[in-house]
Each structure stands twice: as C-alpha cells, then as structure tokens.
C-alpha cells in the first residue's frame, strides 16, 4: 500500500509540474504573441489579430483609444481570441494604453497606442563614416603592471570593471584618455580617488597608482574615449533628422553600447566587397575622410535602436531620391520588399523576400527575417555583409526597416528592424 501511494504521489507531483510548465510554456507563446506597441494615424480606425491560445479582455484606458468587434461587453472592453479580428479607433496625437488579460483575469501586459500623423522620410543606403566620443574615459579591462622594484600588481583589479567611464581623477574633471594619463602621471603617491559611472550611477573609488619600471605611475587599466567605422544611413527626415545602422554601436571590447558625448557623420566611400560565404560574414571595406570640410552631420545619440542626430546641408542636397510615408509596424508583412544601397558605387534597389515579421520586445533589432533573392547582388556580395547596417527596406512603397545583422551560417539572409521603431527614438 505504501508503495502504492508513493507512486500516486508521484504521479501527481509529475501531472501538476507538467501543468504548471505547459502553463508558463503557453504564457510566455501568448506574451510574445502581443507587441507592446502599436503605432496608428490619428483619427483614424485600424483591424488587428492577436494570435492567442485562450480568450482575453481588452480594454482601453483613454476615450481617445476606442475598441469594438463582434463580442462587445462594454463600450470600453471588448473579448479578443485567435480566431476573431478586432478595431482599434485612434482619436487625437498621443500616447494611450490598453490593458490585456487572459480569461479577462490574468494581466498578461500592457500596450502602448502611439496615435500619430503620417510621417514622411528619404530613404538613403549611402556609406557613412561613423565617429563617436564617449561621455567619459571608457575602462576597456584591467591589467597587470610591473613595479620598479620588478614585482607585478594589478592594482585596479577589482575596482574598475569592463564598461565602467571615468570621468573624475581626484576631482579633475577628464575628457580624453590623454586627460587621464596626464594627471596620473602627475600623481605622487597614496591612494587616489576616481570618480566613475557603472551602469548609469555614479560612484566614487579609492585607487594607488603604482609607479611602474619606466618611473612613471599608472592604474592598471586599459582605456579608450572614441569609436569609429563605416555603416549605413537609413533615411534622412524632411527637417534633417537622420537615422542610421539600426542597433547601437558596442564596444568591441566590452560589448557595452557606447555612452557618447559628441559623434560626428563623415564622407565615406566604399573601396571594396568581401563576399559572405556559410559560416564566414561578409565585410564592406572602405575609407573615411576624416576632417571639418569632410564632416557631414551631427550624432547626438547612441541607442539601441540605431544612431540619430542631424545631417549638414551638403548631405541633404546629396541625398536622391523623394520623401516616401513611413510604414507602421502593423503594416510590414512578408513578401516582396526591396533594399537600397550603394556597395555597387552608386545607390540602387536590390530585391529581397521578407520572410518573417515578429512585434515582440526581445525581437526588437531582429524584428524581420530577410531573404536576398537579387541575383546581382547575390554576385556582387553574397547576401548580407558587415558594414550593410542600415540599409533601408521598402515595402508597397513605403519605408518598412533596416537592416541590422547577418545570418552568419547562411549569409544571403538577414535581420532587420522596424522603420516604425527606430523613428520612435525622435518622438520621444
């Protein structure tokens, strides 16, 4: 009997683990199943589907933000499932939310209902060089240094950490790493105090300098203050608003996004094309005309989504091509689409499949998946290459995203991201 009821017991236990992991298997499908916004034309009414495994209640927060389908339980609130096409009507500009449970108990998120105008902006695909100056002398790692004594010491191992900036030496205030190695150098001995930011909060940290075999005192720490390269400009709005590349540029040390002070655009050119090969990214290589008669626009930011900032007047005379209205997310579909950029040395459109469209948060930069299907550019670079970043995709006449990573096992296929989202970082 009591084995007997030892496996009853277990055979319980197993029925209600399996549930509870089925549960959060089906949770996290229906999560993923909502994008936590949407974008809509003011005034405007608008048919959507969420592909949900159970019924659920929307209901919207603002007057602005009315629902309506076949299944109305009040004016405000309506039931949504898989099966059952539901509209959104979007009065004046704004932000609005709408709340989503499941069964209309469980809160399963929140969305976002930007309700704007239509927006306009010129696709570009043209090469760029790419010059950011971090906010902050940026601590690549640390390392050992060999005393005047010869004895070896790592005397900023663990107090400064990869990705943390220093932007204080005894509180002198620093710029650039010359900054640092100047008042370094200028240190006599005993413990000095830096001034850091990690992760966004400021923080003081106690630190003795050693004077290593040259006689010179130095922290142990390898630094940097700027990045540089080549991407892609996305597009260029009517007021000069430029957005480009698509995610955010990292270190390449750290892999931490870059908290920029200043960035500049430069003039670029392409000078040659590494085609991509299975299991082998491709590389545009090129030269940057660094210089004030060569600089073309200002960076402001550096986020996830892409760099943003302003284009110089030369740059928007030089920029082909009319303003085309800017697709919302919900409007990006698979199929037929078009890319357009000069690797060939002049701007052109090259036809692409998009193959996927997915609205959730974690597949925010890799929101569409891609197909090259042009045979000359296929012949001309194998697909997607490193440096293509940015290249923007047309889709029914509208500008529907960017390019933003390479398949690295199958290089005729890519990742992009929403034009929708990267024009959000502007509103915001």
């Known amino acids: 009997m009591r084995r007997t009821g030892g496996f009853y017991r277990k055979l319980a236990l197993g029925f209600w683990l399996s549930a509870i992991a089925g549960g959060a298997f089906v949770w996290h499908l229906a999560y993923r199943a909502v994008p936590d916004q949407i974008s809509m034309l003011e005034n405007q009414k608008e048919e959507f589907s969420f592909s949900l495994p159970w019924r659920a209640t929307l209901s919207s927060e ?64 043209s090469p760029i060089g790419i010059y950011l100056k971090s906010q902050g002398v940026m601590v690549v790692g640390t390392g050992r240094i060999t005393r005047e004594d010869g004895r070896e010491t790592e005397p900023a191992f663990g107090k400064l950490k990869s990705g943390d900036y220093i932007e204080a030496f005894n509180g002198t205030p620093l ?27 400021n923080m003081e940290v106690a630190l003795s300098p050693v004077k290593g075999e040259d006689g010179s005192y130095k922290l142990g720490a390898w630094v940097r203050d700027d990045t540089q390269g080549i991407g892609t400009i996305t597009y260029v709005d009517p007021n000069g608003h430029f957005g480009a590349l698509g995610h955010g540029i990292s270190d390449s040390d750290t892999g931490e996004l870059v908290e920029i002070e200043t960035g500049a655009l430069y003039t670029a050119k392409i000078m040659g094309v590494e085609k991509g090969e299975a299991g082998k990214p491709g590389l545009l290589s090129g030269v940057i005309y660094y210089g004030p008669q060569s600089c073309r626009g ?82 001309l670079t194998g697909g997607i290459v490193q440096g293509l970043s940015g290249t923007p995709i047309l889709q029914n006449g509208k500008l529907a995203g960017a390019v933003t990573h390479v398949f690295v096992q199958d290089p005729s296929r890519g990742y992009g991201i929403l034009a929708d989202d990267m024009m959000k970082y502007g509103e915001e």
């Not at 650039?176 to 200028?186: A, N, Q, S, Y």
């Not at 006599?188 to 909060?201: C, D, K, M, P, Q």
């Not at 005379?317 to 000069?342: L, N």
């Open 298 to 379: 200002e960076i402001t930011a550096n986020t996830e989504d892409g760099i943003f900032g302003m284009v110089d007047q030369q740059l928007k005379k030089q920029i082909q091509g009319e303003p085309m209205e800017v697709a919302r997310c919900q409007e990006v579909k698979p199929g037929p689409a078009v890319i357009r950029t000069a690797v060939s040395g002049e701007v052109k459109d090259y036809t692409v499949e998009i193959q996927k469209v997915d609205q959730s948060p974690s597949k925010r930069n890799k929101a569409m998946v891609l197909k090259v299907t042009d045979p000359e550019l296929l012949s």
């Open 62 to 125: 603002s007057a602005e933000v009315s629902l309506g389908n076949e299944s109305n339980i009040p004016g405000d609130e309506i039931t949504v499932n898989s099966s059952e096409p539901f509209h959104v009507f979007a009065g004046k500009k704004g932000s609005y939310q709408m709340n989503l449970k499941l069964l209309g108990l469980i809160k399963l998120k929140e969305i976002q209902v930007d309700v704007v105008g239509t927006r306009y902006a010129i696709p570009c695909g």
């Open 175 to 201: 710029s650039t790493k010359e900054d640092l190695v100047r008042e370094v150098g200028k240190w006599n001995g005993g413990e000095a105090s830096l001034t850091i930011r990690r992760r966004g909060e």
